[in-house]
């Protein structure tokens, strides 16, 4: 199946920047640390941290709650986690659309900047509510359309082909969790501006994270030189006064609560 293909794609090329991700997760540490405020002020709980990555949040989490869940789709990933992180914290390698875990069985979902991989997303939150106790919470962060705008326009500058993935707009988000069975208790939706030297340091960042896979690619080799340096020059246009070059990123952050049947 495509999507299937797709997310294995995904999932090697997360894996592939597992021990570089740290390094390069200056996004993902804002965000993540921006929901923190959300978390639950009790440690009776059964959590699971969706996406976990390297693992760094999910640590955090196990400092706070009494089981922890940490499950991610990388098999590179979870080893560096395991290696690096709490040893209590239980290690699950699975894809967010089938998570192998009982129905109603967790108090707190936790997600940072996961979700925007998951295709279809819908699916996924059907998984999510499955084994959401009624009255769990899922605490996450997603992108949302615009974000890499700079890049994306730039790239349009040089050819029709699809450099940068299509996120979701704010209001399908907000639609799709707002439902009869869920509730989003709070969200809000942020602009983050990071600073690089150059675009080179820009596609080196998304790499080292593993964020440079593209589903619906047509060209699947690497941009030509030419187009390479026709993009850069197209995104001058966006070089601040300083001389550095801003990535936008659009990050919405939601707090939904799982209504009883």
């Not at 509510?129 to 009624?134: M, N, S």
């Not at 996450?140 to 996120?167: M, P, R």
Request: charged share 25%; proline share 4%.
């Amino acid at each position: 199946m495509p999507e299937m293909k797709n997310r294995i794609k995904i999932a090697r090329s997360f894996g592939s920047a597992s021990n570089s991700y740290d390094v390069s997760a200056r996004l993902q540490r804002f965000s993540g640390k921006h929901l923190m405020p959300w978390l639950p002020n009790r440690n009776d709980l059964t959590v699971l941290d969706l996406g976990a990555g390297t693992g760094f949040f999910t640590d955090i989490l196990a400092g706070s709650y009494r089981q922890v869940i940490g499950l991610d789709f990388s098999k590179k990933m979870l080893h560096f986690a395991q290696q690096n992180r709490d040893k209590n914290i239980h290690w699950l390698e699975a894809d967010a659309h089938h998570i192998p875990l009982k129905d109603q069985s967790i108090d707190l979902i936790y997600s940072n900047l996961m979700i925007q991989w998951c295709n279809p997303l819908e699916d996924a939150v059907q998984e999510i509510l499955r084994v959401l106790k009624p009255g769990g919470l899922f605490i996450f962060t997603t992108l949302t359309d615009g974000t890499l705008y700079e890049l994306k326009s730039s790239w349009a500058q040089v050819d029709d082909d699809k450099h940068v993935i299509n996120f979701k707009r704010e209001q399908e988000l907000l639609a799709l969790f707002d439902s009869p069975h869920s509730k989003l208790l709070q969200h809000q939706c942020q602009d983050i501006v990071l600073e690089y030297e150059n675009v080179l340091h820009l596609a080196h960042e998304l790499k080292g994270l593993g964020a440079n896979q593209v589903p619906a690619k047509g060209n699947k080799g690497l941009a030509g030189k030419d187009k390479w340096q026709k993009m850069t020059a197209s995104y001058q246009d966006f070089q601040e006064p300083g001389g550095v070059y801003p990535a936008t990123y659009k990050v919405f952050s939601g707090l939904m609560v799982k209504l009883s049947d």
